[in-house]
């Protein structure tokens, strides 16, 4: 596979552009939003489901699946798209975002990060090396470099001694997936994926700090990845401080090659930082907010469970396609959710799914068109044009 990334597309006005990601999946149109299934499974829709709305790319966890169902069970059956019935691209996190999350039950070292499964409390060492194995394992199309994710707030020491360690495990990582390689190479049968089709994407932190960003994006590029990613973002920072971030450092990544803003999703975000020159996001807060009872709407984030929806027999969105706003009424929804069915929290999830979908086409579309600015203030406006009356 000798392409990896094609801009297609550039904005006159801003730094938004449109390309193409070219895997062993197929190609993903960008910019693109990448569902977070951390287990195998975009919580409570099927595969199918997904790909009917039209999702080419998800999010797996090296982390979490190497626990359950345990790597020798997903070597069984050949890869994750086959465990989970998945044809299109796979992502995988390395492991580095459960190094910020579960800080509590980790402790870091030069070679790697000792973990407590919260589970059953077993003790587990995961290193650079390690996480290349078990994404290789799953047949991920993009791997991860394990990485440090930083929190915030952090001093200024702790973020520059995270983003030395983070560099020095991009080099170990990219040194065991050219062995990997190299193995496949010499011998086909050494293992059942195509290897030599999967990519591998730095990871640019250093936390609020512009100089320790800079100097981390310099040093993953002379070390060389097929994409570069800006992680240790949305962990709490100012929006501001974020978009600073974004806007400083994208501009010295690789422009031939993807850029992705890690856990990055809200549409407000996605609109802003795509004009930065971000082609890629992942977010948990589309699916895990519509869990909650919270769906996004052409205007606005929208409360189902707040009872003035308890008589409302529109759909949630009179503006969206979808399957669920096609089929069914806030009503019956709010009801659903108050009752604590189970298909209330999978048709407001597969709602919010096409709804970051179709925000992704409008994107596309507007940067091919030369009208980015023009379709970003309208969608703006209508998406804070609504008051929801609270009444619960």
Same mark, same amino acid.
């Given at each position: ?8 597309? +550039?904005?006159?006005?801003? +730094?938004?552009?449109?390309? +193409? ?26 595969? %199918?489901?997904?790909?009917?709305? !039209? ?68 003790? &587990? ?49 990219? =040194? ?8 496949? =190479? ?35 590029? =002379? ?35 993807? &850029? *992705? ?10 609109? %802003? ?7 890629? @996001? ?20 929208? !409360? ?8 409302? @027999? ?16 806030? $009503?019956?929804?709010?009801?659903? *959710?108050? $009752?604590? %069915? ?43 044009? *609504?008051?929801?009356?609270?009444? %619960?």
């Amino acid at each position: 596979m000798e392409k990896k990334f094609q801009v297609i597309k +550039k904005d006159k006005e801003t +730094k938004a552009r449109a390309g +193409k990601i070219y895997t062993a999946h197929g190609e993903i149109e960008t910019p693109v939003f990448i569902p977070v299934g951390t287990q195998g499974t975009v919580k409570t829709l099927s595969s %199918e489901e997904l790909e009917q709305a !039209n999702v080419q790319i998800i999010q797996g966890n090296a982390y979490h699946l190497s626990f359950r169902p345990g790597i020798e069970v997903i070597r069984k059956a050949e890869g994750l798209h086959n465990f989970m019935n998945w044809k299109r691209a796979i992502l995988t996190d390395s492991g580095g975002f459960q190094v910020f999350s579960l800080s509590n039950l980790r402790e870091v070292t030069p070679q790697g990060v000792k973990f407590r499964y919260p589970y059953n409390g077993s003790e &587990h060492f995961f290193t650079p090396e390690k996480s290349i194995e078990i994404q290789l394992a799953l047949g991920a199309d993009i791997l991860m470099c394990f990485d440090e994710c930083t929190p915030y707030p952090c001093d200024y020491e702790y973020a520059k001694n995270s983003m030395e360690r983070t560099l020095e495990w991009a080099k170990r990582c990219k =040194e065991k997936f050219q062995v990997e390689n190299l193995k496949f =190479e010499e011998n086909k049968n050494y293992q059942l994926l195509t290897i030599n089709h999967q990519l591998l994407f730095g990871i640019v932190q250093g936390g609020i700090y512009s100089d320790l960003r800079r100097e981390s994006a310099e040093k993953t590029i =002379e070390i060389g990845f097929d994409g570069y990613a800006l992680g240790g973002l949305s962990v709490g920072e100012p929006k501001e401080k974020m978009y600073e971030i974004v806007e400083k450092i994208v501009p010295l990544l690789q422009e031939d090659l993807p &850029h *992705y803003l890690m856990g990055v999703g809200t549409p407000e975000e996605i609109w %802003e930082t795509v004009g930065m020159g971000v082609d890629m @996001f992942d977010c948990v807060q589309p699916t895990r907010n519509a869990r909650n009872g919270q769906v996004f709407t052409t205007f606005g984030k929208l !409360n189902i469970k707040n009872a003035t929806y308890r008589n409302d @027999f529109r759909p949630l969105d009179e503006e969206c396609l979808c399957p669920v706003c096609q089929n069914y009424t806030r $009503a019956y929804l709010s009801h659903l *959710y108050r $009752a604590e %069915e189970i298909l209330g929290l999978r048709l407001n999830t597969l709602h919010n799914l096409y709804f970051m979908i179709k925000l992704f086409g409008l994107i596309r579309k507007s940067i091919v068109e030369n009208c980015f600015l023009e379709e970003k203030e309208k969608f703006l406006n209508k998406y804070f044009s *609504y008051t929801e009356v609270r009444n %619960e």
